[in-house]
């Protein structure tokens, strides 16, 4: 139940962010999960930890530069939100892992969505938090029920392919079209060049990072974007690699 709980309100607070922020910088900074779990994770040996801790910093360090540049005293809102986010995706891995509950991906997967349903939608049904035009509300919920399954389908499908040894290729790319599509889709995110370069840095940097975690074989349970464990060798895969398609 905690863990289902932290998943809900990462769910609020991601949704927060986003809807302040534009999907590149918020696809950019969610790459803090992975390189925070470097440091987190007690289970890597030292001689192993070199590259992945340099990567980390690079991603970090990057990803510093793009909140800098972004955030400003009158709109801090939006990153702490997106920060929030981050954390409680970190406390969800991190209490699976103590716990280690023998469940499968798919059982996960079902758990997940099924009780942030549940939760979320008479919250925000009786309290009118969302204040939604007249009509216009069975019309949202219509919509998240479609994404939902929609973000079902998409995470099984990364299950299967994520052993595959062009996967990191596949998520990379995925990053990049999406961020250009969204950049163009949504007029009102004017994002910086300088920004958008070290965008693409932090986006190649953190693949790097991820792919020699991958050779090197950390044995410990793995999480993708949006809270979901994978198998040993995946786990610094990001947590934005799943919902591309629905952002």
Not at 42 to 48: A, F, G, R
Not at 186 to 206: H, K, R
Request: net charge neutral; with cysteine.
């Amino acid at each position: 139940m905690p863990a289902l709980i932290c998943f809900t309100l990462g769910i609020v607070a991601g949704s927060k962010a986003l809807a302040e922020l534009s999907v590149p910088i918020f696809l950019a900074v969610t790459n803090l999960y992975p390189s925070l779990l470097i440091f987190l994770d007690k289970k890597i040996e030292l001689s192993n930890a070199s590259l992945k801790v340099c990567g980390s910093a690079g991603t970090l360090g990057t990803i510093i530069i793009i909140i800098i540049f972004i955030s400003n005293p009158n709109s801090i809102s939006p990153i702490l939100w997106l920060l929030t986010h981050i954390i409680l995706n970190i406390i969800y891995y991190l209490y699976l892992s103590k716990m280690n509950l023998d469940l499968s991906n798919t059982t996960q997967i079902y758990y997940r969505n099924f009780f942030s349903v549940i939760f979320l939608f008479p919250i925000s049904f009786f309290l009118d938090v969302l204040h939604l035009p007249r009509n216009g509300g069975w019309e949202f919920y219509g919509g998240c029920f479609l994404s939902g399954i929609l973000g079902t389908l998409l995470q099984m499908w990364t299950f299967k392919i994520s052993n595959q040894p062009n996967f990191l290729l596949i998520e990379g790319i995925s990053k990049i079209s999406c961020s250009l599509i969204a950049h163009n889709l949504f007029l009102s995110s004017n994002i910086d060049p300088f920004v958008w370069i070290l965008i693409l840095i932090n986006f190649f940097i953190c693949m790097i990072f991820i792919n020699n975690s991958r050779k090197e074989n950390v044995n410990v349970k793995s999480k993708i974007n949006l809270s979901i464990p994978l198998e040993d060798d995946d786990k610094y895969m990001t947590e934005s690699s799943v919902p591309l398609l629905i952002v």
